[in-house]
């Protein structure tokens, strides 16, 4: 199943080592699945790879992150590259998923021929049905105009394009998190936009499974880093009666997760470079590998979340 | 200081001159704070997700310039509006502004806002 899992002292699938050795790698797709109601994910080389069809699931959908087209130093010369293996692996999927969520920092400097670059290329997904957050490199110069208007065409974006919609009974959110940040500030979703989200969960049942992506994590990751939402909490307080709610974040670059009640934070790994563990690093910046092992490295980290645990299971697989 | 001998010896000869010719030395005036701005490098780093230095003294009228040296954009950006802000900084891009009235102004980095610097105005 994993190529890395060489020490397994927990019997659990899951290789210490092999795991930090894929937290290293840039480029990933975890498979998302709902069925009743409870939200696991596989990795898309061991469903490539076992060759099976995925189980009858009531709904499947794909997370990709942080393709920062257009940037080219060190740590990864070939954003575009490493992009287009992450969309080959979801075109091998012998099911392919309903829809993609991208999570934002589509582009590294927001310009529009890195735009141009990233939907020509992604024009060879299977999956057509893509709905995004932006990252804050998506809207560095013009306050995100340029991103709405090409992104937001399926949806009916509010405000600076928060939005929801509902696939198989499920109600998902997009919220952004990365405009009007304040000084000495974390990410940020405001007012207008929280008493959109308290309205538009308010007629839902408690029973009705919650999907929330943004770019910037929704829970304070690491804020010496700035990774964090400072309202996030009050985000959270209006989603907390649900029975099932999973929030999905890119920005950081790595496979990182907490279990809060009945809420489930993720964020999903780059497709472009990896960024340091909260704190090992004098910076957050980007995490340069030898060239040699980048190839090597390149791999998903899935989470898996079974009906009945509260743990969560982490499973590396690469991509070779 | 080596900024110190040239200037020094650049007062001493406009000193020189203005004995000579009080409209040689208001022009010689001119060149000392052409040269005085010239010589003192108000320079921020921005390295590491933060600016270097953090809080800088500038007299007013002095050019003030950021160099980004991460691989990361930055941006320059007054917390009061004060002064213009910059586009984001791709890696080694540069930005400058000429420090008003005196006075602190504090700015931050819109893309990182945790990342915040000072410049303090000098008559």
Redesign the interface.
């Known amino acids: 199943m994993s190529d890395y899992i060489s020490h397994d002292h927990e019997h659990d699938g899951i290789d210490r080592r092999g795991f930090l050795q894929c937290m290293a790698w840039a480029g990933t797709g975890l498979l998302w699945t709902i069925s009743g109601g409870v939200l696991a994910s596989k990795t898309l080389a061991e469903i490539a790879k076992a060759g099976n069809p995925l189980p009858a699931t009531d709904l499947s959908f794909l997370q990709i992150s942080d393709s920062h087209i257009g940037f080219n130093k060190e740590a990864n010369k070939d954003v575009t590259a490493t992009f287009k293996i992450a969309l080959d692996r979801i075109n091998a999927m012998p099911t392919p998923p309903s829809f993609l969520i991208h999570t934002g920092d589509i582009t590294q400097l927001s310009k529009p021929e890195e735009f141009d670059t990233f939907d020509q290329v992604l024009k060879s997904c299977r999956t057509k049905d893509v709905f995004y957050v932006p990252g804050e490199h998506d809207v560095l110069n013009d306050g995100g105009k340029l991103y709405r208007e090409r992104y937001l065409k399926s949806v009916e974006g509010k405000g600076s394009g928060w939005y929801s919609f509902n696939k198989n009974g499920v109600h998902f959110i997009g919220l952004v998190n990365v405009l009007d940040l304040q000084a000495g500030g974390l990410g940020q979703l405001g007012d207008e936009q929280l008493e959109w989200l308290e309205a538009d969960v308010k007629g839902l049942g408690a029973d009705t499974p919650i999907v929330a992506f943004a770019h910037i994590p929704l829970w304070a990751v690491y804020p010496q880093w700035g990774w964090g939402t400072s309202d996030s909490e009050r985000a959270l307080g209006y989603l907390k009666r649900f029975g099932s709610v999973t929030v999905l974040n890119g920005h950081i670059h790595q496979v990182l997760q907490k279990v809060e009640g009945n809420v489930t934070f993720h964020t999903a790994m780059s497709t472009a470079f990896p960024q340091p563990a909260p704190g090992t690093a004098p910076s957050p910046g980007p995490m340069k590998v030898p060239a040699e092992q980048l190839r090597s490295m390149l791999g998903l980290t899935s989470v898996q979340y079974k009906q009945g645990k509260t743990a969560l299971a982490v499973v590396d697989s690469n991509l070779s | 200081m080596t900024t110190a001998t040239p200037r020094n010896k650049k007062i001493a000869l406009l000193c020189a001159i203005g004995m000579l010719n009080l409209s040689v030395f208001a022009l010689g005036g001119q060149m000392k704070d052409v040269d005085s701005t010239s010589s003192k490098q108000n320079k921020i780093e921005i390295k ?3 600016f270097n230095p953090q809080t800088i003294t500038v007299k007013a009228g002095e050019k003030v310039t950021w160099i980004n040296r ?4 930055h ?1 320059v ?1 007054s ?1 009061e509006k004060q002064f213009k802000k910059s ?2 900084l ?2 080694d891009q540069e930005f400058t502004i000429t420090a008003g009235s005196p006075g602190t102004y ?3 980095c ?5 990342m ?1 610097g000072t410049i303090v105005v000098e008559k």
């Open positions: 590491d997700f933060a991460d691989e990361e954009p941006t950006v917390v586009t984001a791709d890696t504090t700015y931050f819109s893309v990182h806002p945790k915040t």
